[in-house]
């Protein structure tokens, strides 16, 4: 159920400015490590002493649209001053090689038809490329039928200019569409969290959307990258790996409506198994978050990133709730989005937990494997030489049950414990086993 507005406690309403006076001082204090993501989601990687630099040039768009803002407009502005610049330097030699830039009395001798009228230096040579180029007519400069060079260069001019025009337009709307920028409008919470969730550890992180316009089939990916070092004694600078998203369609994608909590279980097989309160400052790793997903209203792709290192993984924390209900909507208080509150939580790694607690459990399978032996019985199937029930294991906190009475055997007895999973008269039949 939502919390209603007002009957949250005090306690909870905690504001950003507590939140970072709660913060542990070893983050303040460390060196920063590097990371590969920033918190805005780009990229922390240099690439140096690349020889190869022309394969840049075998996708002239692509190195384009990468460019930054100045550069682009910078190259943009370049490519129509020189297409003019070589384009008034044809025509003037044409209009030269006419003799068009004779000086004449236009009263006594008119001379021949220029190729292109009202040319008489470079400064009008250039005018009309202008003109030509971005179909500006003004009326005093036009070619004639006399020269059919000057036609030819004018078609070819058009048809450059229009590929210039549609390169650069092109350019700058997906600059401008790129999907990055709808990426702004995702906030991430600036720390995660590790707190008990139905009895187990879990790492948990908010995300929300300040757009009203919705992200169609969004999904979520965690990847833990950490050093790791082989059985060869290889060392492994970047080693990723997948961490599955809690989700009960065992699938990662998500509703993001309103602002959510992802979570990830940390059990068996989990990346995170082994990280508990002392060594969460130690360890050298960084949980990488991509979100991706299709703009609602433009249909691009779109990819929004974020990573969290040791220094900003709260232990035994969990996010308070922003959540409320006014006027039968539901209204989301960002103000308090990364905000956290305390919970009691053990120190020890999940690992720990499960050889701690787990043990009576581990005893009871290690007592079923003597009857699996002789019978699954009605009910139970066969697995690694014990009987297994079809009903899913009961968890490593739960409370272990009472062992059943041992059955003494007769001549050589030996003493074996049975799991009562049939009928009476199969365990009448089971009364007399030897060695």
Request: some cysteine; charged content about 20%.
């Amino acid at each position: 159920m939502l919390a209603r507005k007002g009957l949250l406690p005090d306690g909870f309403l905690l504001t950003r400015l507590a939140e970072d006076q709660n913060q542990p001082n070893r983050c303040r204090s460390k060196c920063q490590r590097p990371r590969f993501i920033t918190k805005t989601g780009s990229c922390n990687v240099a690439h140096k002493n690349i020889r190869e630099q022309g394969r840049f040039l075998q996708d002239v768009f692509t190195t384009m649209v990468d460019l930054k803002w100045q550069h682009s407009l910078l190259i943009f502005t370049s490519a129509f001053l020189c297409s003019w610049m070589l384009f008034a330097m044809i025509w003037w030699l044409v209009a030269f090689a006419h003799g068009d830039l004779k000086p004449r009395d236009l009263d006594s001798d008119p001379g021949p038809v220029p190729c292109v009228t009202a040319i008489h230096s470079f400064t009008s040579a250039f005018l009309f490329s202008i003109e030509v180029q971005v179909t500006i007519g003004f009326g005093g400069r036009m070619v004639t039928e006399e020269c059919p060079v000057a036609i030819v260069v004018l078609i070819i001019q058009n048809i450059l200019g229009l590929i210039i025009n549609a390169v650069m337009l092109g350019c700058v709307f997906m600059k401008t569409a790129q999907a990055n920028r709808r990426a702004e409008t995702l906030i991430f919470s600036r720390n995660a969290v590790i707190a008990p969730r139905n009895g187990r550890p879990t790492f948990m992180f908010r995300v929300g959307d300040l757009r009203k316009s919705m992200i169609i089939s969004a999904t979520v990916q965690l990847q833990v990258i950490r050093r790791t070092v082989t059985a060869e004694g290889e060392v492994i600078p970047v080693c990723q790996l997948d961490i599955q998203v809690e989700n009960p369609l065992r699938s990662n994608g998500i509703f993001l409506v309103s602002p959510l909590i992802i979570s990830h279980t940390i059990e068996r097989g989990s990346p995170l198994y082994e990280l508990s309160a002392q060594s969460l400052a130690s360890e050298d790793l960084e949980i990488i978050v991509i979100l991706e997903g299709v703009v609602e209203t433009t249909g691009i792709s779109m990819q929004a990133r974020t990573s969290y290192i040791p220094e900003e993984i709260l232990w035994g924390r969990r996010f308070v709730s922003i959540i409320t209900e006014e006027d039968g909507r539901h209204c989301v208080d960002y103000s308090k989005f990364g905000n956290t509150v305390p919970v009691r939580m053990s120190s020890l790694s999940a690992k720990e937990l499960d050889q701690t607690r787990g043990v009576q459990e581990g005893g009871a399978e290690a007592n079923l494997q003597g009857w699996g032996l002789v019978r699954a019985g009605r009910g139970g199937f066969r697995r690694g030489g014990r009987a297994c029930t079809s009903s899913a294991p009961h968890p490593w906190y739960a409370q272990s049950e009472k062992p059943e009475p041992e059955a003494e055997l007769k001549g050589q007895k030996k003493t074996v414990r049975l799991e009562v999973i049939g009928p009476k008269a199969q365990e009448e039949d089971l009364g007399d086993i030897s060695n």
